[in-house]
């Protein structure tokens, strides 16, 4: 082996030293700031209560799939403790962390990029917080991921990161070691199908909707490289964009993976992906037009919105709530979102050096299948979460790696290296300074807003309202139902709005900012504050005494002294999070 292919297999296995301790840094950082005691949230209750441990079971409604409960069934299935579901998880999201960016070690051929894509990327707050959760979207990311660095060829001038590397050699054999000298194409190349399919079947399994508008991305490319041919042709020095590229670029010599190749892989993987949601649509919705119109009618549809206002919405959340719905007042917090205005400069300087370097499709199609992730959370619905642009994010850490790195080559060629690298480490320290206190603020949040579930349980037994029995009420029904061993109401919302019952009344109503509705007073129902919580304003309304069977408290009685013994807290909105006070 020549010097230089020694010296490139070296960097390669430090390369892969550094992502895997970025990913080992990520999933230490999530445990050390929030609690693996951190009770599970609405979306996890869900979720988790497929299984007997975490019961009773929840409604699953039509926008969710199976792929979050495959996810933690090795745990959530044998046991109820909620510190080894989060430590399970927090380990996954590390590993999905890894095996998400590994395949761009090979694709980029840079030193230092990847690693720092993978930082960028697990270094913002959100996603720190849901290492250990029981939520879609970072392994949604890390499926999107994983197949875009296998579609973007790599440079084959040298071996890449590995011995054995040979022109047309995938991406995907990163993941794997050096192929034996009996190898071929054809076997990286059928490599490179089963990972992509793979990894957007994983994906689709998880989240369908996240997925169909990236792949749909990748196959317009596919079609285009099968349709311009002369695109897939090396040109004058091994540029495909029939320039030679700059001086000290790495040369191209491999062939792409072929277009039909990249399309079938990846339309097999999200069919695949598919099946199962599709064989529940056609089971328990009749079809899968109905289920989509379900889901719909569950998450208020999409509506073309030209306007600023859902971008806004967005920078927002960053700052919390966990789920901005609705939405309206709220104010963007500019310090936390002063990172989003360096994204299209990050970016721009990404696609600039791939350009470069005649290899535009390396910055040019993961940026593609970000915009194609954000622009239905952007301007087609009316609320946000910081969660739901996290493929976004994944998708576009390789191109603005790509872009500190080729600055910091420029700064070196002009001599401004020791400018540039000190104020990068500023901003840079800076920024992981905000996260990490971003993280602890609403890690902290989320504890003592979910334990007014708790708060409400005890409120509901001191009044006789004990399993089985049926919540309503106008928030929170589902977490509170399932800690007081409750179901929730087939009809949600009906009760509090003041609508009579269609099938029986149930045993109490949560409320909270809406009056007791005009049935259940009729009835002789009372309302009973909720003392002590972490958020104003909760209810319990419950039947006469008689109706429960329970005995009438005395006038004026105090309620345990374990329900009173939380501080009351200026903060956060119980369901969602939204900070009160800044």
Known sequence: MSTSARNTERAGRRDRWWLAGVCGAFGALSLAVVHPGLPLGWDELVYASRFAPYGPETPFSAPRTRGVPLLIAPVAAVGHSVPLLRCYLTVAAALSLYLGFLPWLRAVARRGVVPLAAALYSSVWFALFYAGAAMPNHYVAMGLTAALGCCVPAPGAAPPYGTGARPGASVASAAAPGPGPGCGPVRDRARTWAAVAAALAAATLIRPNDTVWPVGVLLGAALWTRLDPGRRKPGPGGSRLGRPPRSGAPVSTSAPVPAPGVALAATAGVLLGLLPWAVE??????????????????????????SLDTVLRHAAALDGPLLCRPCEGVTVGWASAAWWLLIPPLVALGVTTARKEGRTALAVLPAAAAAAVAVPYLFFMDYAAPRFLLPTYALLAPVAALGVCGALRRARAARKLRLLVPLAATVALLHLGFQLHQLDLHSGIQAAARQDWQRMERVLRAHGVRPPCVLDGNSATIPVAHTAGCRPAAQGHRYAQGHPPAEGRPQALVLRGAPLPAWAARADWRLHPVPHTYNPGW????????????????SGGRLPDAQSSDPVTAGEDAAHGRARTR
Not at 283 to 305: K, N, P, T, W, Y
Not at 539 to 554: H, K, M, S
């Open 281 to 306: 649509a056609r089971l328990r919705f009749g079809s899968v037009l109905e289920r989509v119109r379900a889901a719909g009618d569950i998450q208020g549809g999409m509506h073309l919105q030209l």
């Open 539 to 554: 209810r319990v309304a419950v039947p006469p005494p008689t109706v429960l069977g329970a005995p009438r408290r005395p």
